[in-house]
């Protein structure tokens, strides 16, 4: 039984299309803040930049939030869920040794969007860029630490 209800639907009809734009959420296992601690956070941060610099991905704009991220890239190479998949798991690997916990660090799958061909992409980066403002957890984008966006 998934853990968590529909999950296994999640990947049904999943296409994975090199040179698409993709909005990308995924929650931390049982919404825990585990990225409170920013340090963590970091880590998270380092696989999304290992992913754009090894050219599987383009970053456009990302956030990581307390219990989740949301990420707009484009797939340059590769399947979308391999991407993700081995994010997560080298974060989990990378977070589980740092504060000895163990087991999963992330809910099953996670939510993707394709951005269809000649959608803007200024109001989901918006929206990604806004989300440690809506919130509650700065007063200023710039206050906080775990975001970037290539227009800056």
Not at 76 to 103: P, Q
Request: proline fraction near 6%.
């Amino acid at each position: 039984m998934p853990t968590q209800p529909n999950s296994h639907r999640l990947r049904l009809g999943r296409y994975s299309e090199s040179g698409r734009a993709y909005l990308i959420t995924a929650v931390v296992h049982g919404r825990q803040p585990i990225f409170s601690d920013w340090h963590l956070g970091r880590l998270l941060v380092s696989e999304l930049r290992r992913a754009h610099e090894t050219n599987v991905v383009n970053s456009i704009p990302w956030v990581v939030m307390p219990d989740h991220f949301h990420w707009l890239m484009q797939l340059e190479e590769g399947n979308l869920g391999r991407v993700i998949g081995a994010i997560k798991s080298r974060c989990t690997r990378e977070v589980n040794e740092i504060t000895g916990r163990r087991g999963p660090l992330w809910q099953t799958g996670y939510h993707d969007r394709a951005i269809r061909d000649g959608e803007d992409l200024l109001p989901f980066a918006r929206y990604i860029v806004a989300n440690p403002l809506r919130a509650g957890l700065v007063d200023k984008i710039g206050d906080y630490p775990l975001w970037d966006a290539c227009w800056l």
